[in-house]
Nanobody
Framework: QVRVVESGGGLVQPGGSLRLSCAAS????????MGWYRQAPGKLRELVAT???????NYADSVKGRFTVSRDGARNTVTLQMNSLNPEDTAVYYC??????????WGKGTLVTVSS
């Protein structure tokens, strides 16, 4: 079993930056892919960024060039560095861990609000 917990959300002005962190625990060596998703008011949950066990990264077009996803060598912590934030980035951000079996685990989410 895997548990993931997000942290780092908060209120930031447009153009500002935030760094989100996702801490995984349990059977972390079974994790194949970790990713960040977000759900804005009135919208469906969407993929933000993912990182695979071999270091491949994928980003949504809306965040490419502004966000960076990283993980440590132990694969128990994944961060999302968010720069040049705009109000459209306002959402609850969720961390996801996908095992090699295909089973996925979700965190409870952390709220990011971009507003002046």
């Amino acid at each position: 079993q895997v548990r993931v917990v997000e942290s780092g959300g908060g209120l930031v002005q447009p153009g500002g930056s935030l760094r989100l962190s996702c801490a995984a625990s349990g059977n972390i060596f079974s994790i194949n892919v970790m990713g960040w998703y977000r759900q804005a008011p009135g919208k469906l949950r969407e993929l933000v960024a993912t990182i695979t066990g071999d270091g491949l990264r994928n980003y949504a077009d809306s965040v490419k060039g502004r966000f960076t996803v990283s993980r440590d060598g132990a694969r128990n912590t994944v961060t999302l560095q968010m720069n040049s934030l705009n109000p459209e980035d306002t959402a609850v951000y969720y961390c996801n861990a996908a095992l090699r079996t295909g089973m996925t685990y979700w965190g409870k989410g952390t709220l990011v609000t971009v507003s002046s």
